[in-house]
Nanobody
């Protein structure tokens, strides 16, 4: 089992920055990929960025060039650096871990609100 705890959300003005953190506990050694998703009110949850155990990453087109995903295996933590934030980035951001066996684990989410 893997437990995920997100932090770093908040209220920021458009153009500002936030860094989200997701710390894993439990069987961290079994994690393959980790990812950040977000869900805006009335919309489906969508993939924002993902990173594999080999540090290969991919991003949604809407955040390319503005967001950066990274991981610190020593701290069992994955980060999402978000720059040049837009009101469209508002939503609840969720961390997900995928184990080497293909199991998915989710965090509780952290709210990000970008004001115009």
């Amino acid at each position: 089992q893997v437990q995920l705890v997100e932090s770093g959300g908040g209220l920021v003005q458009a153009g500002g920055s936030l860094r989200l953190s997701c710390t894993a506990s439990g069987s961290f050694f079994s994690i393959n990929a980790m990812a950040w998703y977000r869900q805006a009110p009335g919309k489906q949850r969508e993939l924002v960025a993902a990173i594999t155990s080999g540090d290969s990453s991919n991003y949604a087109d809407s955040v390319k060039g503005r967001f950066t995903i990274s991981r610190d295996n020593a701290k069992n933590t994955v980060y999402l650096q978000m720059n040049s934030l837009k009101p469209a980035d508002t939503g609840v951001y969720y961390c997900k871990a995928v184990s080497i066996r293909g199991s998915h684990f989710w965090g509780q989410g952290t709210q990000v609100t970008v004001s115009s």
